[in-house]
């Protein structure tokens, strides 16, 4: 795939995986537009991508917001000219089981993991396809494949979006289009995903006490998070996926073997039923 002096449009691009993304395409070449909700994270990142040599613009933004979504689109295209890749990217994730998880945290996760992934495709990909060309990447994760314990709406979102793009993925291929996607599903990258509470809303503030053993897991989240993959590495590897054609990109063996797993023990489970 062809990226050099072609422009990404990398959302949630202030921290983690998406300031890996961003610094990593502008050094293969290409322009760069950061999105995020808070402008002095994306201006730090954008600095890194000036004193590389990049070319960048900064767009805050709330990819839950559909017109949000179009603004960025329309500055991509007034400062660059046109957009080739799309890294829907931005993400939150409060941790809490089910029935601690209020309406408000389920409105507000699916609202930037879930409906901003929906946006970003229902606004970029008419201008890939006017143009001929393109990619989506979406980063999921590994919840998107196997549900883990106390963090229901972010497994909810983050399978839905790997629904989606699998969906999208085959729509294009039998309408034979130019335009190819991508789902990224790393598993611990040592990003501020649990420090998603600067960007969450008054409206989603919990007022439903946290269990014990909801605290423990937070714990042990934490800690993996802490000696995780450095983002730089994941975006390489997510970025190189891209380039190489992939549709499912993993920073960690134990993802993909995890998931065959389950699936193994679904299909036990399926034939001992039919010997029942």
């Known amino acids: 795939m062809d990226i050099f002096g072609k422009t990404a449009v990398v959302t949630g691009a202030g921290s983690g995986i998406g300031r890996g993304l961003a610094l990593n395409l502008s050094q293969k070449g290409m322009n ?3 999105v995020g909700p808070h402008s002095s994270s994306l201006e730090d990142v954008a600095a890194e991508v000036n004193r590389g040599g990049g070319q960048c613009v900064c767009v805050v933004a709330d990819v839950s917001q559909l017109e949000d979504v179009r603004r960025v689109a329309d500055e991509a295209v007034a400062a660059f000219g046109s957009v080739y890749l799309l890294c829907n990217n931005a993400g939150v994730g409060p941790i809490g089981s089910c029935a601690e998880t209020t309406l408000e945290e389920w409105e507000w996760t699916l609202g930037v993991n879930m409906w901003g992934v929906i946006y970003g495709i229902h606004v970029f990909l008419p201008l890939l396809e006017a143009q001929g060309e393109g990619h989506i990447n979406t980063t999921a994760s590994e919840s998107g494949l196997y549900g883990v314990p106390y963090f229901a709406a972010y497994n909810t979102s983050k399978f839905a979006v790997v629904g989606l793009m699998q969906s ?6 039998n309408s034979r289009s130019k335009v190819t996607v991508s789902v990224f599903c790393p598993g611990a990258v040592r990003t501020c995903i649990l420090e998603s509470d600067r ?3 008054q409206s989603a503030s919990r ?6 053993p909801t605290e423990a897991f937070h714990t042990m989240v934490s800690q993996a998070i802490a000696t995780g993959l450095p983002p730089e590495d994941a975006a ?4 190189e996926g891209i380039r190489q054609g992939k549709f499912w990109i993993f920073s960690h063996d134990h993802v993909p073997e ?5 699936a193994e023990a679904m299909l036990q489970e399926q034939r001992l039923t039919d010997l029942s």
Do not use: F
């Not at 390489?236 to 970025?239: G, P, R, T």
């Not at 995890?258 to 389950?262: G, H, N």
């Open 32 to 34: 760069v537009v950061l």
């Open 168 to 173: 999208l993925a085959r729509d294009l291929r």
């Open 199 to 201: 960007s969450r809303p």
């Open 207 to 212: 007022d439903v006490p946290v269990s014990a």
């Open 236 to 239: 390489m590897i997510c970025v």
């Open 258 to 262: 995890t998931a065959y797993k389950q």
